[in-house]
Structure formats: structure tokens, C-alpha cells
């Protein structure tokens, strides 16, 4: 069974202090890793889509790395407003066009 | 440009009676889903569409209907409202036969009392 398991489920940062989000994953063939920003209130927001082990991509403070297990999300001197909810999602070869979600990881950073 | 439109965005419903939550996207994405939210359960594939036409179950489908109506609209269908379907509920679509990003919707917040 393709499972997504994110680490850890709640993090407090102080503004500046950089840290790692963790998604753990499962699939019996990986189409794409994804990364999600959601805002209370809101819909998730794409922030990155990885393919293959070994891949890094960048966005302002946030870079995601990916290996044949598992994908980080570095966050590099965060600020308050990086405060969200992070989601990962996989998508597998066999689930056809569909997305898996973990249960995502709530950063807050404080000031 | 909308995007993902989903109505209405807050919902309060009687156990028994149905309802049904509309999305509409303007992107001429062929794949569309419906997810719901709950606390500490992350996102839940109820049920997915790959084209107009064809609908699938996910994860969880169960008291739930869909109609793909046409490429632009899914809906999402409770016949009769249980407590157990309070939840947020999100629409989103993507390009076909690809691993491009999902589009989400803005949600819809249901309360089953």
C-alpha cells in the first residue's frame, strides 16, 4: 500500500533558526514527490514537484531534496511569515493521475 | 484567471438531508478530484475523475456521489448527511496523463449537526 508519513507533526522555530521537514514515503513505483504550503483557511499551494533521487529544488528560503525513501523540505533562516502547514503528496505509477497526501508538518515561527 | 472555483464555502447541513458541492476550473485540465480535510488526517481522496466521463473511488467514497458534468465541472454529492461527513472539503484538477501540480480549490467548510 503507497503511504506518505511526515515529521514532525508540529514545529516552533524562532525567526532565523533554520530546520528540516521529513517525508517518509512508500510507492511501489514514484511518478513525482510533491510539496504543498497551506494557509488556515485556505487551499494548498504547490510549491515544488520532485522526480528522481538526487533532485534539489530551490524557492527563496525553502529547498527540497529527495532520495529513493525519503524527501526533505530545508527551511534557511525563516521568517513569521513562512508560518503554514506543510503537505507532502506522492503520485505512483499504479494510482494512475492520483495524488497521496501525508498529514503534514505545522511550522510556526516567531519573531 | 479563477482557477478552482468551489461553492459554497461554508455549509451547515441537518443529518439526513444532501447537498451537493460544486467546482468549476477554467484551466482545460482533464483530471479532477475532490479530497477531504480533517484534523490530524491530513488529505483524503474521495473520488477522481481522469476525463469527462470516467469517475473513480479513492480512499475514502463511501456516502459520496460525483457527477463530471463536463470538463470544466465536478460536483461532489452527500445524499443524506451523517455527523461523520463534517469536514473541509477540497476540489482540484490538473493537466492529463502527466505528474504536473494539482490546482486546489479554496474549500468548503460543512458542518452535519
Known amino acids: 500500500e503507497d503511504q506518505v508519513t511526515q515529521s514532525p507533526e508540529a514545529l516552533r522555530l524562532q525567526e532565523g533558526e533554520s530546520s528540516s521537514l521529513n517525508c517518509s514515503y512508500t510507492?511501489?513505483?514514484?511518478?513525482?514527490l510533491f510539496w504543498y504550503r497551506q494557509d488556515p483557511g485556505k487551499g494548498p499551494e504547490f510549491l515544488f514537484t520532485?522526480?528522481?533521487a538526487g533532485e534539489e529544488k530551490e524557492k527563496e528560503r525553502l529547498k527540497a531534496t529527495l532520495t529513493k525513501k525519503e524527501s526533505f523540505l530545508h527551511i534557511t533562516a525563516p521568517k513569521p511569515e513562512d508560518s503554514a502547514t506543510y503537505l507532502c503528496?506522492?503520485?505512483?505509477?499504479?494510482?494512475?493521475?492520483?495524488?497521496?497526501f501525508g498529514k503534514g508538518t505545522t511550522l510556526s515561527v516567531s519573531s | 484567471n479563477a482557477g478552482v472555483t468551489q461553492t459554497p464555502k461554508f455549509q451547515v447541513l441537518k443529518t439526513g438531508q444532501s447537498m451537493t458541492l460544486q467546482c468549476a476550473q477554467d484551466?482545460?485540465?482533464?483530471?479532477m478530484y475532490w479530497y477531504r480535510q480533517d484534523p490530524g488526517m491530513g488529505l483524503r481522496l474521495i473520488y477522481y475523475?481522469?476525463?469527462?466521463?470516467?469517475?473513480d473511488k479513492g480512499e475514502v467514497p463511501n456516502g459520496y456521489n460525483v457527477s463530471r458534468l463536463n470538463k470544466r465541472e465536478f460536483s461532489l454529492r452527500l445524499e443524506s448527511a451523517a455527523p461523520s461527513q463534517t469536514s473541509v472539503y477540497f476540489c482540484?484538477?490538473?493537466?492529463?496523463?502527466?505528474?504536473?501540480?494539482?490546482?486546489f480549490g479554496q474549500g468548503t467548510r460543512l458542518t452535519v449537526v
Open positions: 482540484a484538477s490538473r493537466e492529463d496523463g502527466s505528474s504536473a501540480e494539482a490546482f
Open positions: 510507492v511501489s513505483g514514484l511518478r513525482g
Open positions: 520532485l522526480y528522481s
Open positions: 503528496a506522492v503520485q505512483a505509477w499504479q494510482a494512475g493521475t492520483a495524488l497521496i
Open positions: 484551466m482545460n485540465h482533464n483530471s
Open positions: 475523475s481522469a476525463s469527462e466521463g470516467t469517475t
